[in-house]
């Protein structure tokens, strides 16, 4: 009888570890699944931009399904860029903040570049 009690124990021991493991891969799955809405969120934003020479300087809001979006289109600041040096191509840097309801937040920087109009070619 005893032994059958202390067999019951173990197993019941095992059990309980084995659900914490189960539990805790079904949330890395939830949080896996939530970046992963993200992300795709993030791509569809970026394929949608407008062409690069009709994207101005500034700041695009809105919302896509739940998230919410930023776009800030900045001038490209770099040691190695002379703003001054007349060029074909201007550099933009664009940030993206995306935000799930949730609060998590992804941002992705890029740099886009535009043709300038009042370059000398």
């Not at 095992?14 to 699944?33: C, D, H, P, Q, Y």
């Not at 040096?85 to 992804?106: F, N």
Request: hydrophobic share 50%.
């Amino acid at each position: 009888m005893i032994e059958a009690l202390i067999a019951l124990a173990v197993i019941a021991v095992s059990l309980a570890a084995i659900a914490s493991v189960i539990a805790e891969n079904i949330r890395g799955t939830e949080v896996v699944e939530a970046r992963l809405g993200l992300i795709q969120a993030a791509r569809a934003l970026l394929t949608a931009l407008p062409d690069r020479n009709q994207v101005a300087q500034g700041e695009l809001r809105g919302e896509i399904g739940s998230e919410r979006w930023r776009i800030d289109v900045l001038p490209f600041v770099a040691d190695f860029v002379d703003p001054g040096k007349p060029t074909a191509w201007v550099p933009q840097t664009i940030v993206l903040r995306l935000q799930a309801p949730s609060g998590e937040i992804i941002r992705l920087d890029t740099v886009r570049l535009r043709r300038n109009d009042g370059a000398g070619r």
